[in-house]
């Protein structure tokens, strides 16, 4: 799928489908899309160019899942991140030029991933959205070689590091520190007790054990871990692998569908204990499941974006243009995370053109300069350190059937006593 918006016509040299000849070749021979003469040059304006920049356009790329088990953030993801780019066109655009938004389905298909990545990386200066860490690793290298400026719907600590990668946010770690610690000062849990981890296998639920298992060591908790697949959908046995282990609570690292699936049958099993659920666990449909009660009972989710019915200012103001635009989508998390990332990726483009450059190395440049970029849509990061999460505060979120979004603020943003240990460690 290849969804553009409508833009103005383009003028086009003689030798047009030469390059577009060569770009083809370079991409199926496995050349780099972005090579040492590769520039464009100074554009009419004065402005240096390169691949995804012309004197008109900012072509800007998301490689997303539309048809796979995340299709429902894609979509939320996709259309909040083309209303971002409507609204900025509306008011001029970027450095005189209109933003373009190509979309490449890859349902959730590392392959077609890969593909989509050769398909779309000759046309773009840098990606807002990138759904899946297996497909954030399996891209990690041709990202960094060709220089693309990239925010991964993924946040695992190993995407820290590079230079054109951009988590954003805290990372699993962090937020699975964040929930340990909710735990022990809110739910009674002590030393000497266990609490369950159940996780995906996969760099997600490894980072996010890694952070579990530091703070509970530190607090004297031992941690019970379960290793499930992505197409565990029935959690009924890793239930009772939990209970026979005497656990306190338990931490999910895993999808929504997983979530709903240990949250109920730990109910109905008489297993009411405290359940903590990485913010990729949670979706608001999940509220009108069979499984509300007990989720509205038992979950919270540690997040670094507040929840979607937050009073912030700038959420609202989003919430509301996105239910006019979008009357019949519901409005998730992933609506927030795809806003929050074309606001953050606007700001650099901004940065870059009153530097004179909107080259990709300007634009990485310009990124790594922010060292407090705050849209108003949760906290502020700080992207000069590769090596960090770009923010170590962590909200807590409660179920809510009827707030916006199936989730209301339980606890504000706030770093976990430790984590800056944790981080030193490291």
């Known amino acids: 799928m290849n969804t553009r918006h409508t833009r103005r016509p383009r003028r086009r040299a003689a030798g047009a489908v030469l390059a577009g000849t060569l770009a083809l070749l370079l991409a ?39 048809t796979g088990p995340y299709a429902t953030l894609g979509k939320s993801i996709v259309q909040a991140q083309q209303m971002w780019a409507e609204e900025t066109n509306a008011k001029g655009g970027i450095c005189d030029r209109e933003v373009e938004i190509v979309v490449k389905d890859h349902g959730y298909d590392v392959q077609k991933a890969v593909t989509a990545y050769a398909d779309i990386a000759p046309d773009v200066v840098a990606l807002p959205q990138v759904i899946g860490s297996p497909v954030v690793a399996a891209l990690l290298d041709d990202i960094q070689r060709d220089k693309v400026l990239t925010f991964p719907q993924a946040w695992a600590a190993s995407l820290l590091g590079k230079d054109a990668v951009q988590v954003l946010g805290t990372t699993y770690d962090v937020d699975m520190i964040a929930a340990v610690e909710f735990l022990t000062r809110t739910k009674g849990l002590k030393k000497g007790d266990t609490i369950g981890h159940v996780y995906f296998e996969g760099d997600y639920g490894a980072n996010a054990l890694e952070g579990s298992t530091w703070a509970a060591e530190r607090a004297g908790i031992k941690v019970a871990g379960q290793k499930i697949q992505a197409t565990d959908t029935d959690l009924s046995a890793q ?3 939990l209970r026979k282990e005497g656990v306190k609570a338990v ?48 979950l919270h989710v540690v997040s670094a974006a507040p929840a979607v019915s937050s009073d912030l200012p700038g959420v609202r103001r989003m919430v509301a243009s996105y239910q006019k635009k979008y009357p019949d989508s519901p409005v998730d998390s992933g609506v927030l995370s795809g806003y929050n ?30 060292t407090n970029a705050d849209t108003g849509l949760g906290t502020p990061q700080n992207f000069s350190d590769v090596n960090r999460p770009a923010s170590v505060e962590t909200y807590v979120l409660k179920p809510d059937a009827k707030a916006v ?14 984590v800056e240990e944790y981080l030193s460690s490291r």
């Open 405 to 418: 979004g199936g989730v209301v603020n339980a606890e504000d943003a706030h770093a976990a006593p430790g």
């Open 251 to 298: 931490l999910i690292s895993a999808g929504p569908a997983q979530t709903a699936s240990l949250v109920g049958v730990a109910a109905s099993r008489g297993l009411k204990v405290p359940v903590v659920s990485s913010a990729p666990g949670f979706a608001p449909q999940l509220m009108e499941t069979p499984a509300a009660p007990a989720l509205a009972a038992m």
């Open 341 to 370: 990332a074309a606001q953050l990726i606007g700001e650099d483009l901004a940065k870059a053109c009153e530097a004179g450059g909107l080259t990709r190395e300007d634009v990485v440049k310009a990124h790594r300069s922010q």
């Open 239 to 241: 239930v009772s692998a």
């Open 28 to 66: 199926a021979t496995g050349c780099s899309s972005k090579t040492e003469g590769d520039d464009k040059g100074d554009a009419a304006d004065g402005v240096r160019t390169g691949p995804g920049v012309d004197d008109d356009t900012i072509r800007l790329g998301a490689l997303t899942d539309l």
